[in-house]
């Protein structure tokens, strides 16, 4: 790593501290003020630090995705990790309210709980599709 970029990190990282505290320092100081500029701080300076650790830490990493912005490898890998995410979300969000509709409907009738249980099961299938898309987008590259 060249000297320019762990200036331009640090500097980033003493402003991350100083424009927050500033902003709250030049205005009224009201609670509400206080926890925009601490949040505002907490997110830039440690977003800040977890670059420059990825950077310092793992240089050969970062030169490495650098050389396959070029390739379409990139893009297969953005793709397998997309489907198995957004499949995991979509998952999460149907068992969710499959779930609890099936808890409400075997709380009123024991004897449908084996039928709850295959709408919770077809909704759980959503992860494992995207998870097997992502696989043959593995294969492929």
Known sequence: ??????????????LSVIIPFGYFLLGQKKRSRYKKALGLNVFAFFGTLLIAAVIMLYPDRVQAAQAAQNSSAGIGYLAAALSTGLSGIGGGIAVASAASAALGAISEDSSI??????FAGLAEGICLYGLVIAFMILGKL
């Open 1 to 14: 790593m060249n000297t320019l970029t762990k200036l331009v990190l640090v500097a980033a990282l003493v």
């Open 113 to 118: 709980f084996g039928k709850s249980l295959i």
